[in-house]
């Protein structure tokens, strides 16, 4: 596989990004901690992307393209905006396409977003939150530095079942 080509969405994304929200969703709702139906219409969800992909110093969403040029993967990272956390930024909504997977994209969106956080002035801290079952995230977190903080019990419930969630961080060099 060639270098990944990795670059930041913006507001003419939303279409795409909207897709692929949507998708990863389908797909998996508990890694989202959210089901399809909890996201709004199709119209309305496009705008609330075009909106949340537009510009600002306190967050970064990534795209991975595929083999075709299409984006295949993404990652956000947000910045908590209180002045008190002002030093942290959550790691949210890191998806690759399954037909995309296992080429180190993956991989490659979150060593190009470390890149990115460690451009935004005062940033110290990562985290990232993902099911405690989830052993390929949380491997890959891993790889990329991320230690677990602590695991959070009975943190989703689906009809009867309980979900764990493992806390993870990364400091920022």
């Known amino acids: 596989m060639d270098v990944p080509v990795i670059r930041r969405l913006n507001s003419d994304d939303a279409p795409v990004y909207t897709r692929l929200l949507t998708r990863a969703i389908t797909d998996h709702p508990l890694e989202f901690g959210m089901f399809v139906q909890d996201l709004k219409g199709p119209e309305d ?3 609330q992307s075009r909106e949340f992909l537009a ?5 970064c969403v990534l795209g991975v393209q595929g083999d075709e040029g299409l984006i295949t993967g993404m990652v956000t ?4 905006q209180l002045r ?4 942290k930024a959550s790691v949210l909504t890191l998806y690759v396409t399954p037909d995309n997977r296992g080429q180190g994209r993956g991989r490659s969106l979150l060593e190009q977003l470390l890149v990115e956080a460690r451009e935004m002035p005062g940033l110290e801290v990562l985290a990232v939150s993902v099911l405690a079952s989830n052993t390929g995230a949380l491997s890959l977190y891993r790889v990329v530095g991320f230690q677990v903080a602590y695991i959070e019990t009975r943190a989703l419930k689906v009809r009867s079942d309980y ?5 993870l961080t990364r400091a920022l060099p």
Request: charged share 25%.
């Open 84 to 87: 008190s956390m002002y030093h």
């Open 77 to 80: 990272l947000e910045r908590v």
């Open 55 to 59: 510009h600002t110093p306190h967050r």
């Open 45 to 47: 969800l496009e705008q």
């Open 163 to 167: 979900h764990d969630i493992a806390h």
